[in-house]
């Protein structure tokens, strides 16, 4: 099965969160945050706004970070997604 989005909306795939900090302190779960840091799978076609269609801005492969709360979460088989609005993206990772 596959996710196709529609309009403006982008669905993400998200890292897995590091066990460890950078430094070696092991996290317990319970420290551990939602990651905010994913990878593009796919983008939707994009809208329309006056007559004059608006590109996406990101592509399936970039990696990204989005709002903390935005998007819905989405699980095809074993695998989890999120599916936001292009606005909800905050930055490309290069």
């Given at each position: 099965m596959k996710l196709?989005?529609?309009?403006?909306?982008?669905?993400?795939?998200?890292?897995?969160?590091e066990e460890t900090t950078k430094s070696g302190i092991v996290l317990p779960?319970?420290?551990?945050?939602?990651?905010?840091?994913?990878?593009v799978v796919e983008v939707g076609p994009g809208i329309v706004v006056d007559g004059?269609?608006?590109p996406m801005e990101?592509?399936?492969?970039?990696k990204v970070i989005y709002s903390k709360y935005a998007g819905t979460e989405v699980k095809l088989g074993d695998d989890e997604y999120i599916i936001v609005k292009q606005s909800d993206i905050l930055a490309v990772v290069e």
């Open positions: 196709s989005p529609l309009g403006e909306r982008v669905v993400l795939k998200e890292s897995i969160a779960s319970q420290a551990k945050e939602k990651p905010q840091y994913a990878e004059e269609k608006i990101v592509k399936p492969g970039d």
